[in-house]
């Protein structure tokens, strides 16, 4: 598989933000790789794009739910405002430390929301996001 053009980690933890684009990187999984330590940046940041480049839109975002100001929950409402020439062909994928089992069931009914896995990320999930999602 070729790697991807670019992926989006939205998390407020920046160290868990370094581990995960280190991981991306070493695994050949995406060419560029931004963070985001706040929600409401990311959603600024993808609301532009989608509107000005919409082919650079992300190929797929890593969302993690327990965050300050806006939550991952509030961030997939305001998503799905964005325009769908742009999201179509992004994957978006819950990564967080919740194990509470309510959460990890709400996720998977946002339409949006490929698959949840919990935290840390790992070269095991890249791969099985290869696999199952992307190839």
């Known amino acids: ?45 993808l609301k532009q794009v989608a509107v000005q480049n919409p082919e650079e839109f992300p190929d797929l975002i890593f969302l993690d739910i327990n965050m300050p100001g806006m939550d991952g929950w509030r961030f997939l409402e305001e998503y799905r405002k964005l325009p769908e020439q742009a999201t179509k062909k992004c994957s978006l994928f819950m990564l967080s430390s919740a194990v509470d089992r309510e959460d990890i069931i709400c996720a998977k009914t946002h339409a949006e929301v490929r698959d949840f896995f919990s935290k840390p990320l790992s070269p095991e999930i890249l791969n099985l996001i290869r696999e199952d999602y992307i190839s």
């Open 1 to 45: 598989m070729d790697m991807l053009k670019k992926v989006v980690l939205i998390d407020d933890d920046q160290i868990n933000n370094f581990v995960c684009e280190t991981i991306i990187r070493s695994e050949n999984f995406a060419e560029r790789v931004m963070s985001f330590e706040w929600a409401e940046d990311a959603l600024n940041n």
